[in-house]
């Protein structure tokens, strides 16, 4: 019975940041929602004490905002919050994406490839869930292959805080996404770094411009 360990606090406290983080991006608890941690506790099936260390972290990440002894709630999505986090998310794509490229392997770009015709598929079918899912998969192959974690940690930290604006933009048919997608992909299979690197400054662009909008 060696595999059979209590789990880990520091589990439940991922499990619930992750969870209640998920659930922000999603749309389940809408912007200025409030939220209790007793409440989310018993529909995790966790104790309070891991749910408060997730309410923490999310307000460190600017997913929930706190008043002490008067309300948790979700933060409403604001423009130039999302425009500060996609510039910083957008330059480490950028590194990563510079560094990557003399490193792809063939497979590495069909992986890429074959990430995109999932995300093609899903914002044709109105799929935002798999649309999101597979335009991670895509730009994650990059931040692998460039193995720098600093920049990882950070893409990982901001990323949520931009999720429900990029919802909206996925969930129309005329998303530019793919096509400069595909763009991405030839720089990085010719080993064209600069192009790739600009075609990644355009994928942020256009998400900053989205959150000009707002």
Known sequence: MEAIRPVQRTLLRDRAYESIRDAIVAGELEPGAVVRDAELAERLGLSRAPV?????????????????????????????????????????????????????????????????????????????????????ELHD????????????????????????????????STCRSAGLHEQLIDACAARRADEAVRVTAEIWRTLADLADGD
């Open 52 to 136: 408060r260390e997730a309410f923490s972290r999310l307000v460190d990440e600017g997913l929930l905002e706190s008043k002490p002894q008067s309300y948790t709630r979700v933060t409403p999505v604001v423009g130039a919050d999302v425009r500060d986090a996609a510039a910083v998310v957008g330059s480490m794509h950028e590194l990563a994406t510079r560094v990557a490229v003399p490193r792809l392997f063939a497979a590495d770009v069909q992986a890429m490839r074959a990430a995109n015709e999932r995300f093609a598929a899903a914002v044709g079918a109105g799929d935002v869930e798999g649309a999101l899912r597979a335009d991670d």
């Open 141 to 172: 192959v990059l931040v692998r292959v460039a193995g720098n974690h600093a920049a990882a940690a950070t893409i990982a930290r901001y990323t949520p805080l931009i999720r429900r604006l990029e919802r909206r933009r996925f969930g129309a």
